[in-house]
């Protein structure tokens, strides 16, 4: 990512200071309104209404994420090309979008060329964010990069207490130390790395949570841009993107030799395809979800992802688990659990 692209994204971030409120106990970037305003006749279902809405888009993103993550290792089992897909991923979503703008479902903002580069800056930070993790994958062991992505809720809230002097209630923070402890414990494992590999595994998590934070503020903030426009704009983007760290790492002139041997048959093709139509539509449920409910929530959500996955790939490919890692998926699952119920409560008090 270039230093001006950094600069772009920095600033944009800056001014929406001015748009959050601090020290409020569950803060959300979306709910600024006066406490006098819920007691408005027709408030409650309103609330109600979008409480509703949240736990259903969280129910889609977290069914779909662990669907396209068990699609996309039987996929590539016979189609060993990561970052053509990831291309295919995003190029399908900006697809899918177009079509659903060209039918009206939603309209372009008119956006300044200030306003055009924090988003060529965020479709940096998306690929660079993948990039990373694939990269700092290679030097660590499974077992210690998944303990190192649990922590992410921590920097998120480090960057949301950093850059908006925003605090949340106490009972947040206790609820996130046994969902980040279970999957430490649900992963437990041979854990080794170097220290460049332990660099750029925090690296890939302090990214990880920025881009989370990010995505919530180009649609909650002073941009406020529906989740289709944001995939619509960012995705040829990081298609690109992805599709040149391919040639560069040689994986490309791979594919094109997989292609000329007649590999990518009709059945592989329809395979891959299918897989990028579920990625439109699990990144479509992950912004909507992520502007509903929050980055932090993402954050929480993404692990107890992992402890599910887990399980099923316990279920579906034998995978041996130990008392400790059946102890710690429990001690997530609770945590996760005590963390909406806060949730849940915080947002029927407002």
């Known amino acids: 990512m270039q230093r001006s692209d950094l600069g772009q994204l920095s600033a944009v971030l800056d001014e929406e200071k001015d748009y959050v409120e601090s020290n409020r106990p569950l803060l959300r970037d979306d709910e600024k309104t006066a406490d006098s305003e819920s007691q408005v006749p027709g408030r409650t279902k309103e609330q109600d209404a979008n409480r509703t809405r949240t736990i259903a888009y969280l129910g889609m993103y977290f069914v779909m994420n662990l669907s396209l993550t068990f699609y996309n290792k039987l996929v590539l089992g016979s189609f060993a090309f990561p970052w053509i897909l990831t291309s295919i991923h995003t190029g399908t979503s900006a697809l899918g979008c ?15 060329l200030r306003e055009h580069f924090v988003l060529i800056a965020f479709s940096f930070l998306f690929t660079l964010n993948i990039a990373m993790s694939n990269v700092s994958l290679e030097m660590v062991s499974i077992p210690f990069h998944q303990v190192m992505r649990a922590t992410t809720p921590v920097f998120c809230i480090l960057i949301y207490r950093v850059l908006y002097a925003r605090s949340y209630a106490p009972a947040i923070y206790a609820s996130i130390i046994p969902v980040i402890a279970g999957v430490g414990l649900a992963t437990f494992g041979d854990y080794h790395f170097t220290a460049l590999g332990f660099t750029l595994t925090l690296s890939g998590v302090v990214l990880a949570a920025v881009k989370t934070v990010v995505t919530n503020r180009l649609m909650t903030g002073r941009l406020k841009l529906p989740a289709y426009e944001v995939l619509l704009r960012m995705g040829p983007l990081a298609a690109m993107q992805s599709l040149l760290y391919s040639v560069l790492t040689g994986e490309f002139s791979e594919f094109l030799t997989y292609v000329r041997q007649g590999q990518l048959d009709g059945n592989r093709f329809m395979a891959v395809a299918g897989n990028g139509i579920l990625a439109f539509a699990l990144n479509v449920a992950s912004f909507q979800t ?18 599910l996955t887990i399980v099923l790939g316990a279920a579906f490919w034998n995978i041996r688990l130990n008392a400790v890692n059946g102890a710690g998926i429990l001690l997530a699952l609770a945590g996760g659990a005590w963390y909406s119920s806060i949730e849940v409560r915080g947002r029927t008090q407002r």
């Open 98 to 112: 177009s079509i659903l703008l060209l039918f009206g479902h939603f309209q372009l903002s008119r956006l300044t």
């Open 290 to 307: 992520n502007k509903l409910a929050g980055a932090l929530s993402m954050t929480i959500c993404a692990n107890l992802k992992q402890c």
